[in-house]
């Protein structure tokens, strides 16, 4: 079968696809687009012979083949995902996903926006929304409690028309409200006043608060306390301690097991201590829009209010965005934990190999 074409540059021989140019040179432009100084490089045609079945002749064919063939519309799996956390590890963090997916910063802006929406009606100043009834604030409640995967694929749906993450969440919500006769008639009040990043900025704090109150606190309160056992269970267990590689004073395995427990109670302790911060002040964070609308309003302390109903510390002083400041210091507080851990992996591993907890 025709293998190709072969290049030979200083002697050295490489095989490349089919050539349908028949001169004896190829322009140096073709391999060279930055024009560097290479040799002239030779041209000869080669053919390949391949012992086997006709079928193992074709194989790169059908791998390419296959690419193409399938590389659109997979479902997601262990072997389509193209992260290791959505793949092999999926069973690891799963519990994670109702908070830290798309899907869960969704369900936030949804509730970030009923909830607005419920405020301003509390509001006497804000005569355009009057006080809720029992039954429409059960419906917004509803809305939020029972957001599904459906209702989150809705939403995509409509932002693959508007352009817009945000907008789309207002449109779902217009829509889902039409049905209720006291709600569709402030359909328009759901974003009142507010910037994108009002919305976002509490949203990603709830995903964060969600996710450290449900699932990452608890894991770390779990694993504490399975050191604490190794504490106790081995307590009397007599270790060699070493200092600099070399053996020193002795020790006692289950005091080397509390060493961790503490150091990881301290690094969980300040993970836990971290304020999740909102602000709601809009586009530039001086509430122009809220005051140019109802100057009568103390809007700070409306926007503290509502930060604050949602769990949240309120942070005052912005521009338009929260600076995420707490942010840096969760994530950075959550490393340490880790490299705690790491440090206690190595430790973990050089007592097996030394003989110990067979």
């Known amino acids: ?56 002749l074709n194989t790169q064919e059908k791998v390419t083949g296959m ?43 949804i509730l970030v926006e009923i909830k607005w929406l419920v405020k ?3 509001i006497p100043q804000v005569i355009e929304v009057p006080s809720f009834s029992e039954r429409a604030q059960a419906f917004l409640q509803d809305l939020i409690d029972e957001f599904s995967m459906n209702d989150a694929l809705e939403v995509k749906k409509i932002e693959r028309v508007t352009n817009h993450d945000v907008k789309a969440v207002e449109y779902f919500l217009k829509q889902r409200c ?36 449900t699932v990452i606190l608890p894991a770390m309160d779990e694993l504490i306390r399975a050191m604490c056992d190794m504490d106790t269970t081995h307590s009397s267990v007599p270790m060699l301690s070493r200092t600099h590689g070399q053996p020193a004073s002795p020790t006692t395995l289950g005091k080397e097991m509390a060493i961790f427990a503490f150091r990881l109670s301290r690094a969980r302790r300040e993970i836990s201590q971290i304020e999740m911060l909102g602000k709601f002040a809009g586009a530039v964070g001086n509430y122009n829009a809220h005051i140019a609308a109802y100057p009568e309003i103390r809007w700070p302390e409306i926007a503290e209010e509502f930060v604050v109903s949602l769990g949240l510390k309120f942070n005052p002083y912005v521009p338009q965005i929260e600076t995420h400041d707490y942010m840096t210091k969760l994530f ?8 705690i851990l790491v440090d206690f992996d190595r430790d973990l591993w050089g007592y097996i190999s030394m003989g110990y907890f067979k």
């Open 332 to 339: 950075h507080s959550i490393m340490q934990f880790n490299n």
């Open 1 to 56: 079968m025709e293998g190709g074409t072969c290049f030979s540059v200083n002697k050295t021989m490489f095989l490349s696809n089919p050539m349908t140019q028949k001169s004896s040179y190829v322009p140096n432009s073709w391999l060279n687009p930055l024009n560097l100084s290479f040799p002239a490089v030779k041209i000869c045609t080669c053919r390949a012979v391949v012992k086997g079945s006709v079928s193992s």
């Open 120 to 122: 301003l009606s509390q």
């Open 178 to 213: 039409q049905s209720h006769p006291d709600i569709v008639k402030v359909l328009e009040f759901f974003h009142f006043a507010c910037t994108s990043e009002d919305i976002n900025n509490l949203a990603h704090a709830l995903m964060l608060k969600g996710a450290l109150d």
């Open 67 to 109: 690419s193409s063939d399938h590389s659109q519309d997979l479902e997601l799996s262990s072997l389509s995902a193209l992260c290791p956390l959505d793949g092999r590890y999926w069973g690891k963090v799963k519990e994670l996903a109702p908070f830290m997916s798309e899907y869960g910063l969704i369900r936030f802006r």
